[in-house]
């Protein structure tokens, strides 16, 4: 298997002239689906594309009514899934912010390769270009509500047509950048859902620097997916929704979980709009590392030169991690 690190730069210009139709057909190239497999509709989600002819990786796009359009998903099943009868844990793998990102962005980046022969299922969600894995304070172009998507609609269904663990030991959480963010929100605000927590290059302090990854999220959000609207309010933030997602005001909704955190070193710009470097998340990463140790809840945190990108070398070593953490398949 070859590993590669791309540059942010080129990890947008490849992902960037994907648009969302292309994204709709983006899994079509697999071929047409049986019409005779078993995954159904449910919990508020309703498939209107699929594709299940390849051995492991299968495509859904549902409508539901938390997204105004409908979102992609793709799910990577094991080696063996269809034969061997056995029940999986299942790892949120969350993508980062840009106009290119979606679903896809991490069969670009070679999950099949990192992750053949891993006795695990791992599903990857739309998240929109800037959702920051929130139901916003405010939408000017109709509902975009992930949070209600994930945790509510996706979550029971993966659960109720895939050979899965519904339980804390057989899931696990993790996601690039603001999906890091997504990945460790989520498994302190619900915090029997995740037994394993994983955050590459991930903000894990909201409040830091002058609020620095609130404005962020807030101007990306109004300028790529809510028209105007954001996701923490403005120009005044919904304070008690800001330390509701903010991981280092969550210290304790991290105990007993495993906890693999990742940054680079380099001053690289993380956003559109050049405002974030990848230092200040590491600052942000590094802070709540920090309190985490003071706290004695035990967690895992890597450093590693460059700036702020997917680095498939750190997902090999975490997802083995992830697996000896969760239940058994």
Request: zero cysteines; proline letters at 5%; a neutral charge.
């Amino acid at each position: 298997m070859n590993i590669y690190h791309p540059t942010r730069r080129g990890l947008l210009r490849a992902a960037g002239g994907i648009t969302a139709a292309t994204a709709l057909s983006g899994a079509t190239i697999l071929g047409t689906a049986s019409a005779a497999n078993a995954v159904q509709d449910g919990h508020g989600l309703r498939i209107v594309d699929r594709n299940e002819s390849d051995a492991r990786m299968w495509y859904y796009r549902f409508a539901t009514d938390a997204i105004e359009w409908d979102p992609g998903v793709n799910v990577l099943l094991p080696d063996g899934y269809h034969t061997s009868g056995r029940t999986y844990p299942v790892l949120y793998l969350f993508h980062g912010g840009g106009t290119g990102a979606d679903f896809i962005s991490f069969d670009r980046l070679g999950i099949r390769e990192l992750t053949a022969g891993k006795p695990i299922i791992v599903v990857m969600p739309d998240g929109g270009h800037a959702g920051w894995y929130s139901n916003p304070v405010s939408s000017n172009t109709g509902p975009r509500n992930w949070e209600t998507f994930h945790i509510d609609q996706l979550r029971p269904w993966i659960e109720a047509n895939f050979r899965t663990y519904a339980e804390y030991d057989g899931r696990a959480v993790a996601g690039f950048s603001m999906g890091g963010f997504g990945a460790l929100k989520y498994a302190a605000k619900y915090y029997g859902h995740f037994a394993s927590v994983s955050a590459y290059s991930g903000p894990a302090s909201l409040r830091r620097d002058g609020g620095l990854v609130v404005h962020w999220a807030n101007l990306s959000s109004a300028t790529v997916d809510l028209a105007g609207g954001t996701v923490y309010g403005a120009p005044f933030w919904d304070e008690a929704r800001v330390s509701a997602d903010n991981p280092v005001e969550r210290l304790e909704s991290y105990r007993n979980k495993r906890i693999f955190l990742v940054a680079g070193t380099s001053p690289e710009p993380v956003d559109w709009f050049d405002t974030v470097q990848e230092t200040q998340v590491l600052a942000g990463q590094r802070e709540f590392r920090t309190l985490l140790t003071n706290a004695g809840i035990p967690h895992e945190g890597h450093e590693r030169p460059g700036g702020h990108v997917f680095r498939p070398d750190m997902f090999a070593i975490d997802i083995d991690g992830i697996i000896a953490r969760l239940r058994k398949a």
